[in-house]
């Protein structure tokens, strides 16, 4: 079972910049499809992006080009850069995780499919 923190979570203004972090409590994450969420309040959660175990990355169309998913192996962290953020982007954030192989298909958009989830860092943006 993975455990997952997330940190970061701030009041931002409108074409701010903020990194979100997630603790990620496995020796090798290369095992995993890492992923972004997120949830506003009244919402559905939402899809932001992934990592897989073969380091590919993909984004949601509404975040493409502003926000940048990235691991660090040495500390266990995958990060949440997130730029020219817009009042939309206003959410909770969770960090997810499933187990997946480098030959299965890259990593899910559905929620249902992540089996460890962090306890999520609010973003407000003004």
């Known amino acids: 079972h993975v455990q997952l923190v997330e940190s970061g979570g701030s009041l931002v203004q409108a074409g701010g910049s903020l990194r979100l972090s997630c603790a990620v409590s496995?020796?090798?994450?290369?095992?995993?499809?890492l992923g972004w969420f997120r949830q506003a309040s009244g919402k559905e959660r939402e899809w932001v992006g992934s990592?897989?175990?073969?380091?590919?990355?993909n984004y949601a169309d509404s975040v493409k080009g502003r926000f940048t998913i990235s691991h660090d192996n040495a500390k266990n962290t995958l990060y949440l850069q997130m730029n020219n953020l817009k009042p939309d982007d206003a959410s909770m954030y969770y960090c997810?995780?499933?187990?997946?192989?480098?030959?299965?298909?890259?990593?899910?958009?559905?929620?249902?499919?992540?089996?460890?989830w962090g306890q999520g860092t609010q973003v407000t943006v003004s």
């Open positions: 997810a995780a499933y187990r997946h192989e480098s030959w299965d298909p890259p990593c899910t958009t559905l929620a249902a499919r992540y089996t460890s």
């Open positions: 496995v020796s090798s994450a290369n095992d995993y499809c």
């Open positions: 990592l897989d175990s073969d380091g590919r990355i």
